[in-house]
């Protein structure tokens, strides 16, 4: 059964995108009341949902991807608040909007946090999102186009898909130095090495270095 008011957590950074999600849910046809609480940064949306008791005062938490971080407790971005949200809120939905188009980065989302919606802000338009909200809060699961078609081309890479692989290449976007990857992933330096050949094959890179792997990574959307 729908519920007839439905209380939503949003976080973005962008106060006008917070309006302009409410404006466009409150013409949902299900009759639903939008009820808003809003926070702008890592900061503010952590520390309102550390000061709840109330395991279920969010039937919806919307969540962007890039905000400006909480240094302190470790929050940089939407995902790692999704993670929060996921252990404070249970029950909650978890929607994340995001303007990042890229396979990597959309199917790493998806893989770590599985949220009941996941959204490229381009991709949608108001009636797209009130479509999602409606599948959503139906218990149903919404990913937009770009989503899908970006995650399908990367699974079609079945070798390249190996956890190890992403994990190394996401490691060395993040400034991670390759004599220090063991210290961040569960394998020996000569397994890192082996791997780091198999990607650098998949890239047709020829006596590269990590820059390189990074460059090609960013170019084929990886990263």
């Known amino acids: 059964m729908i519920k007839k008011k439905v209380s939503i957590f949003i976080v973005d ?17 299900l009759g639903c009341e939008i009820e808003v609480t809003s926070a702008y940064d890592c900061e503010s ?33 939407g995902e790692d608040l999704a993670i929060y949200a996921k252990k404070k809120y249970p029950f909650s939905k ?24 996941l959204l490229v802000k381009s991709d949608f ?14 218990n149903g699961v919404y990913t937009s186009k770009t989503v ?3 995650i399908q081309e990367l699974l079609s890479k079945d070798m390249f898909l190996d956890d190890y692989n992403r994990q190394i290449i996401s490691l060395l976007s993040s400034g991670i130095q390759s004599k ?3 210290n961040h992933i ?33 170019k084929h959307g990886f990263v």
């Open 94 to 117: 978890i929607v994340i909007l995001t303007s990042h188009a890229e396979a990597f980065i959309l199917y790493k989302i998806q893989n770590n946090i599985s949220p009941h919606g």
């Open 45 to 77: 949306a952590y520390k309102r949902m550390e000061g709840s008791e109330n395991i279920y005062e969010f039937d919806m938490i919307f969540l962007d991807l890039s905000l400006p971080p909480y240094e302190e407790k470790e929050f940089f971005s």
């Open 125 to 138: 338009t108001a009636d797209e999102l009130l479509k999602a909200f409606e599948i959503i809060l139906g």
């Open 186 to 218: 569960n394998l020996s330096m000569s397994a890192i090495d082996k791997r780091k050949a198999q990607i650098k094959d998949f890239f047709c890179i020829q006596k590269g270095t990590d820059e390189d792997i990074i460059r090609e990574a960013k």
């Open 180 to 182: 220090n990857l063991a």
């Open 148 to 150: 899908n078609e970006s």
């Open 13 to 29: 950074d962008h106060p006008s995108m917070i309006e302009g999600y409410k404006s466009i849910l409150s013409y949902n046809d």
